[in-house]
């Protein structure tokens, strides 16, 4: 679903060039959730935002190589941008910068829906919104298709979020600290919607956190990132019951332990 070999970032900032992403290589298959956990400023966002090439050319350099689906997207960026949207989403860290704030929700889930399948009327299309905002667990969807992002909370956001994706033919979802602005239940109950429809659909996941209780509930793999690299990759449970690397094991000891 996703290869990437030896990526490199370099981003043009005011202070001159930040080498972000120093040489990454990851593959995700097909049902599969891979983590990506670091400390503040490591690399994870430039990494899931170069693999999608959501990073404009004046202000980054991408090289390696990125297959995503069989596509070659840094031969090819507008293959990334046919992708997006469809069989690749992103949700990132702040949902409320993901939608317009002068559309109201089914109007995006509306757009997105017929994105995928132009011939549906509108009257379809609002029917389907409001199924798939009733499949991510937002009640009452009918009612909020009308309203405006400013009116839901930050988890129903996430879920609305996560709507759009699933109205595509969704392969790949990057999900950028998808539950950090949420409280506990609410992130445990995104994270179980996340799962179930990976199982569903058997989407692959980039799962980007800092969190290792996160990390450890949704993971196949994990890479540790530090300073633009990967210092440690792994089995999730290797990398937290067994960390090779200080690094590993001082993040280990910055969050508390629920075992
Ligand atoms: N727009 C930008 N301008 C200048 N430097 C940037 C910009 N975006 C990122 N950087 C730098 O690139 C490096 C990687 O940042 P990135 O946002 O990828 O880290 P991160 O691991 O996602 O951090 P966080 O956990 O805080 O989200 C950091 O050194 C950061 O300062
Ligand atoms: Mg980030």
Request: proline content about 5%.
């Given at each position: 679903?996703?290869?990437v ?7 043009m900032t005011?202070?001159g060039v930040v080498?972000?992403v120093?040489?990454?290589?990851f593959?995700?298959e097909?049902g ?56 690749v ?21 509306g ?6 399948d ?13 199924d ?8 009452d ?8 992002p ?26 950028d ?10 992130q ?10 990976q ?14 209780g ?39 000891s ?6």
């Open positions: 679903m996703l290869d070999t030896d990526l490199r970032v370099e981003l005011e202070r080498k972000a120093d040489g990454v290589s593959s995700i097909s599969e959730t891979v983590t990506i956990i670091g400390e503040s400023g490591s690399g994870k966002s430039t990494t899931a935002m170069g693999v999608l090439r959501l990073l404009p050319d004046d202000e980054a350099a991408v090289s390696g190589k990125i297959v995503i689906d069989g596509h070659d997207v840094v031969g090819n960026p507008r293959a990334a941008a046919r992708l997006r949207g469809d069989k989403v992103l949700i990132p860290q702040d949902p409320m910068t993901a939608l317009s704030p002068v559309h109201t929700i089914g109007g995006q889930l757009e997105a829906v017929r994105l995928r132009p011939s549906l009327s509108r009257k379809a299309a609002a029917d389907r919104a409001a798939l905002l009733g499949q991510v667990g937002i009640p969807p009918r009612r909020q298709l009308g309203r405006h400013h009116q839901l909370s930050g988890g129903m956001l996430q879920r609305v979020l996560i709507a759009i994706a699933l109205a595509g033919r969704l392969r790949l979802l990057v999900a600290e998808p539950t950090s602005a949420l409280d506990v239940t609410v445990a109950a995104i994270l179980d919607l996340l799962l179930r429809l199982e569903e659909t058997g989407m692959g996941i980039l799962m980007i956190t800092h969190d290792l996160v990390a450890r509930l949704v993971s196949d793999r994990v890479h540790v990132m530090k300073d633009g690299r990967f210092v440690e990759s792994g089995e999730v449970e290797q990398i937290v019951d067994e960390p090779r690397e200080d690094y590993t094991r001082s993040l280990l910055a969050v508390p332990r629920f075992r």
